[in-house]
C-alpha cells in the first residue's frame, strides 16, 4: 500500500475553504456540470501533476493543456466517479489505482459555461498513460510540481477583449494557462510550493485571441 502522503492531506484541508475569485464562482442556476482529475503522483523529482493537451482543431479548448475530465453523464454515481472515468477514457488510466483524496470548491469556466468540480487524486499505483482518446488528447504527461513552481517557468498571460490577466506555466513544451493555469497557481500556494516571481514588468507574457496565445512585448 502507498497511503496519501501528509503533504498531500493537508492540501485537501485546505482545498477545502479555498477562495473562489469572482470570475470563477459558479452561478446560482444553469452551467453543464463536469469534472476533472487533479492528479498528484511522486517521483525521483517530488510531487507531480497529470495533465493532458488537447488536439488542435477542437471547437473548445484547442491545443490547450489541461487537467483530465469532462462532463458528468447520468450514469456516473458522483463527481468523482465522472472524474475517473474521464481520465480512464482519455488517458488510459488504471482508476483502481487512484485514491480519491478531497476535492476544491466547484469553479466556473464561462467560456464554455461548464461548473467544475475539480477533485483531487492520489497516485497510489501508478500507471502507463499515454492519449487514448485521440479525437479530444494530443499529448499526456506528468509535470514535476518544482517545475511549475520555478519562477523561471511562470509568464503572465493577457486575457485580450476580456480584459485582466492570469498566470501561464511554461513546462514540459506546454504553457499551460487559462482555468488550468489558475488552479495550479492555487495549488501552488495551498501546498506551500510557491516561490517569489516577478509579476510587475514581465517582458515574457502572452496573450489570449480567437487563434491562440500571441507573445506580447
Same mark, same amino acid.
Given at each position: $500500500?502507498?497511503?496519501?502522503?501528509?503533504?498531500?492531506?493537508?492540501?485537501?484541508?485546505?482545498?477545502?475553504? $479555498?477562495?473562489?475569485?469572482?470570475? $470563477?464562482?459558479?452561478?446560482?442556476?444553469?452551467?453543464? +456540470?463536469?469534472?476533472?482529475?487533479?492528479?498528484?503522483?511522486?517521483?525521483?523529482?517530488?510531487? *507531480?501533476?497529470?495533465?493532458?493537451?488537447?488536439? +488542435?482543431?477542437?471547437?473548445?479548448?484547442?491545443?490547450?493543456?489541461?487537467?483530465?475530465?469532462?462532463?458528468?453523464?447520468?450514469?456516473?454515481?458522483?463527481?468523482?466517479?465522472?472524474?475517473?472515468?474521464?481520465?480512464?477514457?482519455?488517458?488510459?488510466?488504471?482508476?483502481?489505482?487512484?485514491?480519491?483524496?478531497?476535492?476544491?470548491?466547484?469553479?466556473?469556466?464561462?467560456?464554455?459555461?461548464?461548473?467544475?468540480?475539480?477533485?483531487?487524486?492520489?497516485?497510489? +499505483?501508478?500507471?502507463?498513460?499515454?492519449?487514448?482518446?485521440? *479525437?479530444?488528447?494530443?499529448?499526456?504527461?506528468?509535470?514535476?510540481?518544482?517545475?511549475?513552481?520555478?519562477?523561471?517557468?511562470?509568464? $503572465?498571460?493577457?486575457?485580450?477583449?476580456?480584459?485582466?490577466?492570469?498566470?501561464?506555466?511554461?513546462?514540459?513544451?506546454?504553457?499551460?494557462?487559462?482555468?488550468?493555469?489558475?488552479?495550479? *497557481?492555487?495549488?501552488?500556494?495551498?501546498?506551500?510550493?510557491?516561490?517569489?516571481?516577478?509579476?510587475?514588468?514581465?517582458?515574457?507574457?502572452?496573450?489570449?485571441?480567437?487563434?491562440?496565445?500571441?507573445?506580447?512585448?
Amino acid at each position: $500500500m502507498n497511503p496519501p502522503p501528509s503533504w498531500l492531506a493537508a492540501l485537501a484541508d485546505a482545498a477545502e475553504d $479555498m477562495p473562489v475569485p469572482p470570475p $470563477m464562482r459558479p452561478p446560482r442556476t444553469g452551467g453543464r +456540470e463536469s469534472a476533472v482529475l487533479i492528479l498528484f503522483g511522486e517521483a525521483d523529482t517530488g510531487p *507531480d501533476l497529470l495533465f493532458i493537451q488537447r488536439n +488542435e482543431g477542437l471547437r473548445r479548448h484547442s491545443g490547450q493543456p489541461a487537467f483530465p475530465g469532462g462532463r458528468i453523464e447520468p450514469s456516473d454515481a458522483s463527481p468523482e466517479a465522472a472524474a475517473l472515468r474521464e481520465a480512464a477514457e482519455e488517458t488510459g488510466l488504471v482508476p483502481a489505482g487512484v485514491d480519491v483524496v478531497g476535492r476544491l470548491p466547484e469553479l466556473y469556466l464561462s467560456f464554455s459555461d461548464f461548473r467544475v468540480a475539480p477533485v483531487l487524486g492520489w497516485w497510489r +499505483e501508478p500507471s502507463e498513460v499515454r492519449p487514448t482518446d485521440l *479525437d479530444e488528447v494530443a499529448a499526456v504527461s506528468r509535470v514535476p510540481v518544482a517545475d511549475l513552481a520555478e519562477p523561471a517557468n511562470r509568464v $503572465m498571460v493577457r486575457y485580450g477583449d476580456r480584459g485582466g490577466w492570469g498566470p501561464g506555466f511554461r513546462v514540459g513544451g506546454m504553457l499551460v494557462w487559462g482555468f488550468t493555469g489558475a488552479i495550479v *497557481d492555487r495549488l501552488l500556494v495551498l501546498g506551500g510550493w510557491e516561490l517569489p516571481w516577478r509579476r510587475e514588468g514581465l517582458t515574457d507574457v502572452f496573450e489570449a485571441t480567437p487563434h491562440g496565445l500571441r507573445p506580447v512585448g
